[in-house]
């Protein structure tokens, strides 16, 4: 079964805080994703990944950054969360053209 | 450049009734896939279907139907005799195939309430 792991379901942070939310697939796919989803606005792209210490912008990755030393393993990075990156993250990873595989989320509360 | 289009932001029906989600799409490549997710209350993303755009025909995976017309750009998704177990948003979204990634652009989504 195809599997992507998020390592928190919830998480609660203070301002100014550094927060690692990793996720981890088990399907050998290339390309990885980090999705925002904010009621009223859908589903967001964060960054996205199509190879090992490879990185794309996607259309919001301002205060963010990513990491992707193993082609399992992708991390989103806040390098200090701020109130408006309450949200829930999603992570996906993809064979090109196989559709998205979403781990279940991670709800993240910056207090 | 590419968009999806779900008209229906919410849509409450009663268990077993027929209920279609609509999907509209735009793109300029000839080349593309079209995908259906469902998002139950729980909050993960459940993938549902991939289309390409070369494969027109209809499909059907129980009570789920998909029709897919490429003369209106539509995509839209059936589902017989709904259930309580239906109740979810569901997402349209497209992948256009000229990209080295999937580069995948959500539609807003339809919130679907079956009423027992």
């Known amino acids: 079964d195809v599997k992507v792991t998020q390592s928190s379901r919830y998480l609660v942070k203070r301002t100014g805080e550094k927060v690692f939310l990793e996720c981890v697939q088990d399907?050998?796919?290339?390309?990885m994703f980090w999705y925002r989803q904010d009621p009223g606005l859908g589903l967001r792209l964060i960054y996205f990944?199509?190879?090992?210490?490879m990185k794309e912008k996607g259309d919001i990755p301002e205060g963010y950054s990513v990491s992707r030393e193993k082609k399992e393993r992708f991390s989103l990075i806040l390098e200090s969360a701020s109130t408006n990156q309450t949200s829930m993250y999603l992570c996906?990873?993809?064979?090109w053209g196989g559709g998205l595989f979403f781990g279940s989320g991670t709800q993240l509360s910056v207090l | 450049a590419q968009k999806v289009t779900q008209a229906q932001t919410e849509i409450s029906v009663v268990e077993k009734e027929d209920v279609t989600l609509d999907c509209v799409y735009e793109?300029?490549?000839?080349?593309?896939?079209l995908f259906w997710y469902k998002q139950p209350p729980s909050g993960e993303l459940v993938f549902l279907i991939r289309?390409?755009?070369?494969?027109?025909q209809n499909e059907i995976s129980g009570r789920y139907s998909w029709n897919f017309q490429k003369s209106t750009s539509s995509f839209n998704f059936t589902i017989t005799a709904s259930q309580v177990v239906d109740s979810a948003v569901y997402f349209c979204?497209?992948?256009?195939?000229?990209?080295?990634?999937?580069?995948?652009?959500f539609g807003p989504g339809t919130s679907l309430s079956v009423i027992p």
């Open positions: 996906a990873s993809s064979l």
């Open positions: 793109t300029r490549d000839t080349t593309y896939y």
């Open positions: 289309r390409n755009s070369f494969d027109e």
């Open positions: 979204a497209l992948s256009e195939f000229d990209t080295s990634y999937d580069k995948v652009i």
């Open positions: 399907m050998d796919h290339e390309n």
């Open positions: 990944s199509y190879d090992v210490k």
